[in-house]
């Protein structure tokens, strides 16, 4: 059974920083694609970035670009730093994954999200 499992969400002032994890089981996690989407209240979910099987290839929405980076080590876990924060990235932040394709096309599987709030 695969389980993705996000951690270090929390509270921050703007301009602060930020780290969140998610660590994937039940899956070859090398051949997976993983990335990141957020959503706020009252919107849809949207993608923020997503890192390649490979870890050789990384995509960023526009909105993020510059501030957040995503990375991912070689055995179950993927990071997404996220700097300068702003209020407008207040969301659930959810971990994704896809097998060998990019998570923007339709994650095969969810994390239950966590929740990041930034104050102003």
């Known amino acids: 059974q695969v389980h993705l499992v996000e951690s270090g969400g929390g509270l921050v002032q703007a301009g602060g920083s930020l780290r969140l994890s998610c660590v994937a089981s039940g899956l070859t996690f090398s051949n997976y694609a993983m990335g990141w989407f957020r959503q706020s209240p009252g919107k849809e979910r949207e993608f923020v970035a997503d890192v390649s099987w490979s870890g050789g290839t990384t995509n960023y929405a526009d909105s993020v670009k510059g501030r957040f980076t995503i990375s991912r080590d070689n055995v179950k876990t993927v990071y997404l730093q996220m700097n300068t924060l702003k209020p407008e990235d207040t969301a659930v932040y959810y971990c994704?994954?896809?097998?060998?394709?990019?998570?923007?096309?339709?994650?095969?599987?969810w994390g239950g999200g966590t929740l990041v709030t930034v104050s102003e």
């Open positions: 994704a994954a896809a097998w060998r394709r990019t998570v923007q096309t339709g994650p095969t599987f």
